[in-house]
Structures are given as structure tokens and as C-alpha cells.
């Protein structure tokens, strides 16, 4: 009897999860799709807007518990990233598009987690290009506009280095702040939070094909592992996503503050 | 420079020695923040150094992927084969270097504060900012 249970098992194998999981069109198909992390977008941004909206209205010197959160969500980029790499003197012009970009970025990284949306944003790797490419105009915007054309490309050598080593550090230079930058910044945004949600679908999906397909109770049993191993990554990928948000502003704050440095 | 609790520092162990050394010059002239200049303004940027880590992976990505295509053209372009691998082991060895150029060089928080000189001499620059943007 088994090996015929078994093959009939095994012909509706487990299916693992591929990367085409992740394309999710909800109306139409092929490039004009409306796709699941496009409609989480929005989401996320009128979510974003009325949450600052609904809390800025109602501000108080003593501040209520939302008020306070949100504060200290404020803070972190303002205190810890905006005016620790980019200076007390100079900070305050980007504070808005660095708390845009980690509001938005946390926002959707956490949708991965949350029940019925449960879809992590950044893991299309075309939305982490998309605010990529902001931090990206804006950084090269800084330099070209502090330093001008020349002067900004001639700056990229960091001063006391050989002569001779000069031109080969220059093309380094210009590779790592025209193309790597941008390609680690945008890679390191999506590979975690696909990576991450790919590992959720494993230990829930798994558990799931054990428990209801397993062909022995013994099977049935290990489910629970799965399920406990998915909710320690559950509250593990919590953590990448909060790191991820404020990893992505970090760096787009040490860029600009590269670019704003003063000249020796 | 007064040391009143250490009236003996000639018996003392070198790692103790230095604490003694260190630890009045910070109580005279407290040291507001790594990178206040001339101008002091600039305060409050202390976690520079320690988030200019976040920049290697990008460096050494562009030594050797960058030099690993500068030379593969360089390959088609004289027909050659040798110049992707002496192109990605050359461009590895100097993204490593810059990043020592950028972060290594007297850019250990405690060994800039143990060191006066360093302040003290106009010809040494204060490393430990502004060279690591």
C-alpha cells in the first residue's frame, strides 16, 4: 500500500517556492499590469500621509502615546542619521526626504509581515531602484552643484595618495560613485526583503504541505517545527526590515554628506 | 600637566601609563566632537566613522567588477585574454588599498586620542571625518 501512497503523494509533490511567486499582477497582465506591490504602494503612501497628517494636527507639549512614537521614529532619522553624518549646520534641507524615504521604505518592508497584505514592497526589485534613483540624482546633485563639473570628478581622489596610483583610484572612484553606490544601495534593499519573504513562504508553505498532505502522523507532527521556525523568522525579518529602512538612509545621508564635505 | 592621584606613574604598567597620560589631557580640553573644526559648527557628526563601514562592499564591488570590465575591453580591444583576471586581481588589491587610504589611515577612534601630535601638527590633517566621505 505505501509505495503507491507514496507515489500519488509524490506526483502532487511540494511545490517550493520560486521567484515567479512573486509576480502578482490583480488586473490585466504582461507590462501594463496593476500588480499586489503597486497597489501596496499606495497604500503605504496614503497610509503614510494621513498617519503624519492625523499626528501633526493634534500635537501637544505634552505629548500623547501615538505623539511620542511618532517622535521618536522622527528622532532616529534627524538625530541619529541626519545630523550625525551630515552635520548640525547642514542637515536640515534633506531631514524631509530622508524621513520620506525611511517612512516609505519601513512602511512597505513591514507590509511583508502584516496578515492579508502581506507582501514586502521592495522585494520587485523596480521599487528599490525607483528610490534608489533619488538618492542617487540628489547626492550628484550636491557635488556638481558644490564643487562644479570638473571639480566634483576631480574631488573623488582622496587627498595623499602616490601620484602614479592617482589616475587608476580615480577610476575606482568614479565606478563606485556612478555605478556601485547605486547598484549595492538598490541590490542590498531588495535581496533582503525577497530573500526574507522567500524564506517565509518555505517554513509556512512546508509546514503547511506537512500538516494537510503529510502521508504519516510522524510528518503531520514536524509541521510544528516549520510553523515555529516561521514565526522566529517572522519576528527576524521585523528586525531586517526596520534595519533595511534605516541601512537605505544611512547611506543616503553619508552620500550627501560626502558631497556637501567642504574642500581641503 | 598635574596628576594628582597618580603620583608614581614611573612604577606603573605601560598599559596604565597611557591611561594616566590620556586621561587628564581629556578632563583640560574636552574634545567637543571628531570633526569640529576651526569654525565648531560642524558638531554632532560622530557617527561618521563607524557608518563609512556601510561604503566597502560598494569600493571593492567597483575594484573588481570595474576593473574585471576594464580589462575585458581592453581584451577585445588588443586582443588579448589575459587582461579580465590581471584587471580583477588589480583592481581587488587597489579597492583594498583605498579603503585603507579612506578609513585605515590614523582613523582608529582611540589611537587618534592617545596620540597629541596628531592635533598638535598642522601637517597631519584630522583624518578622522572628512576623508572618510
Known amino acids: 500500500m505505501s509505495p503507491h501512497v507514496l507515489a500519488a503523494a509524490h506526483s502532487e509533490g511540494f511545490e517550493a517556492p520560486t521567484p515567479a511567486d512573486f509576480w502578482q499582477p490583480l488586473v490585466g497582465d504582461g507590462a501594463f499590469a496593476l500588480t499586489r506591490p503597486m497597489v501596496l504602494m499606495a497604500l503605504s503612501v496614503v497610509l503614510i500621509a494621513a498617519f503624519f497628517l492625523v499626528v501633526s494636527r493634534r500635537l501637544s507639549l505634552v505629548p500623547s502615546r501615538l505623539q511620542f512614537a511618532t517622535e521618536g521614529l522622527y528622532n532616529i532619522v534627524r538625530n541619529s542619521v541626519a545630523i ?17 524615504q525611511f517612512s516609505l521604505i519601513l512602511v512597505n518592508n513591514v507590509f511583508g ?10 522585494s520587485r ?16 546633485a550636491i557635488g556638481f552643484r558644490k564643487k562644479g563639473f570638473g571639480g566634483y570628478l576631480g574631488s573623488l581622489v582622496p587627498s595623499g595618495v602616490p601620484g602614479w596610483i592617482a589616475p587608476f583610484i580615480w577610476l575606482l572612484e568614479a565606478f563606485t560613485f556612478f555605478v556601485t553606490r547605486p547598484l549595492t544601495l ?10 526574507g519573504h522567500m524564506l517565509l513562504l518555505v517554513f509556512i508553505l512546508g509546514g503547511e504541505y506537512m500538516l494537510l498532505h503529510g502521508s504519516n502522523p510522524f510528518i503531520q507532527v514536524a509541521s510544528i517545527g516549520s510553523f515555529a521556525m516561521g514565526i522566529v523568522m517572522t519576528f527576524f525579518e521585523l528586525l531586517v526590515q526596520f534595519l533595511q529602512a534605516y541601512v537605505f538612509v544611512l547611506l543616503t545621508a553619508l552620500y550627501i554628506a560626502g558631497n556637501l564635505a567642504d574642500e581641503h | 600637566m598635574t596628576r594628582p592621584e597618580q603620583s608614581a606613574p614611573a612604577a606603573a604598567a605601560p ?9 587628564p589631557t581629556m578632563e583640560q580640553t574636552p574634545r567637543p566632537t571628531a ?19 556601510w561604503n566597502v562592499p560598494a569600493y571593492l564591488l567597483a575594484g573588481m567588477a570595474g576593473y574585471a570590465f576594464t580589462g575585458w575591453l581592453l581584451d577585445r580591444w588588443l586582443g588579448t585574454s589575459f587582461l579580465v583576471v590581471v584587471g580583477l586581481l588589480a583592481g581587488t588589491a587597489l579597492a583594498i588599498y583605498t579603503i585603507w587610504v579612506r578609513y585605515g589611515r590614523g582613523a582608529a577612534p582611540g589611537l587618534a586620542e592617545s596620540l597629541p601630535d596628531h592635533d598638535a601638527d598642522p601637517q597631519l590633517p584630522n583624518r578622522r571625518s572628512e576623508e572618510m566621505l
Do not use: C, K, W
Open chain 2, 35 to 53: 570633526s569640529a573644526g576651526p569654525s565648531g559648527e560642524r558638531s554632532h557628526r560622530d557617527r561618521l566613522p563607524e557608518s563609512a563601514m
Open chain 1, 113 to 122: 509581515i502584516i496578515p492579508v497584505i502581506q507582501f514586502p514592497t521592495f
Open chain 1, 125 to 140: 526589485i523596480g521599487f528599490a531602484v525607483a528610490v534608489t534613483l533619488i538618492t542617487y540624482v540628489v547626492y550628484h
Open chain 1, 186 to 195: 538598490a541590490l542590498r534593499l531588495f535581496a533582503n526583503m525577497f530573500a
Open chain 1, 84 to 100: 550625525d553624518l551630515i552635520g548640525s549646520r547642514d542637515f536640515r534641507p534633506f531631514l524631509p526626504l530622508l524621513l520620506t
Open chain 2, 15 to 23: 598599559t596604565s601609563a597611557r591611561a594616566v597620560t590620556v586621561a
